[in-house]
């Protein structure tokens, strides 16, 4: 999507520079999700304790050359061929961001775009994987909610094509079972960081100016004043007259104009790709024991033990398959 190259996968061209790339974005998640003291002991800052400022300098550097090295890719094979960045064709978002780049030089620099390529990167990638692998375990231990999902696909899409975006407003259940998941094992349990501008009151506790607010998304899905029976999963409480009621209080995204921008899309990538997971193939575990559910540390919350699983193709869905 951001320049027409696979980075993972049978497909890969450069092999040490997916390498490269994939190493430089571990580390950025790692550093991200590291907890630093001088974030709380300011005199900390002062001696780098623990060299996580020192580390993410470096860090920096590596990811600009990078990305400033995929931007010089596009925008020379654009000159050698001839042709305009804006020409139909050139579909890639670093190839629609230099085409604006021409328009408007001085708002779309080189560093707005990089900025933009990283986000992209950082927030809509490994969120979705995880919160997929979270929703495929909890599937894998309740076959009778992957039952379910699966007869809603087969009753509303069908088993001649797969499953499209246009179909999600049909697939109420599949939805349900995203929420669910986002409720249990939100991908960012901490939210991003926020800062009082002015002294306030929130229930009951005195917030002075310019204080550092974490917002624990994961304890907040699972408070039992909140939510019924709330450590189950039970994707039903999204469905029916309740389903508004719940979703008031489901935060994974933020809330409010400093929430998510990409909720909406987050939303429709992992409820297509795991509509489609379910549509296509039968799923079991590799043993009679449960899905561990343990959770791991980060940035973002993956598992402590990836999931592993049996998928086999669903008979009806192999003509379809072999065409993809």
Not at 65 to 78: A, F, H, M
Not at 116 to 130: E, K, N
Not at 257 to 285: E, H, K, M, S
């Amino acid at each position: 999507m951001v320049t027409n190259k696979r980075y993972f996968g049978a497909e890969v061209q450069n092999n040490e520079q997916a390498k490269h790339f994939r190493d430089i974005i571990r580390e950025l998640s790692e550093l991200s999700g590291a907890s630093n003291p001088g974030d709380f002991l300011p005199i900390l800052q002062w001696i780098d304790f623990q060299q996580i400022e020192k580390k993410m300098l470096k860090l920096q550097e590596s990811m600009d050359e990078v990305l400033q090295s995929l931007i010089d890719d596009c925008r020379n094979k654009c000159r050698e061929s001839q042709t305009e960045l804006k020409v139909a064709g050139r579909d890639t978002i670093i190839d629609s961001m230099l085409s604006m780049q021409e328009e408007e030089p001085e708002y779309y620099t080189d560093e707005i775009i990089k900025g933009i390529v990283l986000i992209l990167l950082m927030a809509g990638t490994d969120t979705s994987a995880v919160t997929m692998e979270w929703a495929m375990s909890l599937l894998l231990n309740h076959p009778e909610v992957l039952r379910k999902a699966r007869v809603e696909l087969d009753n509303f899409v069908g088993q001649d094509r797969v499953v499209d975006e246009s179909d999600l407003p049909k697939l109420t259940y599949i939805q349900a079972i995203v929420n669910e998941t986002l409720r249990l094992f939100p991908a960012v349990p901490l939210l991003s960081p926020h800062e009082s501008s002015a002294e306030c009151s929130i229930g009951g506790y005195y917030v002075s100016s310019n204080t550092m607010l974490l917002v624990n998304a994961w304890a907040i899905h699972r408070d039992p004043e909140l939510w019924d029976d709330p450590t189950s999963f039970k994707p039903e409480r999204f469905e029916g007259l309740e389903a508004d009621t719940y979703k008031l209080k489901l935060i994974p995204f933020g809330m409010g104009r400093r929430g998510c921008p990409g909720a909406g899309l987050a939303n429709r990538v992992v409820t297509l790709a795991l509509g489609a997971l379910i549509q296509c193939f039968d799923w079991d575990r590799v043993s009679q024991d449960l899905e561990d559910m343990t959770e791991g540390s980060g940035l973002t919350m993956p598992k402590a033990k990836p999931l592993e699983a049996m998928c086999r193709a669903r008979e009806k869905m192999t003509k379809i398959l072999k065409e993809l």
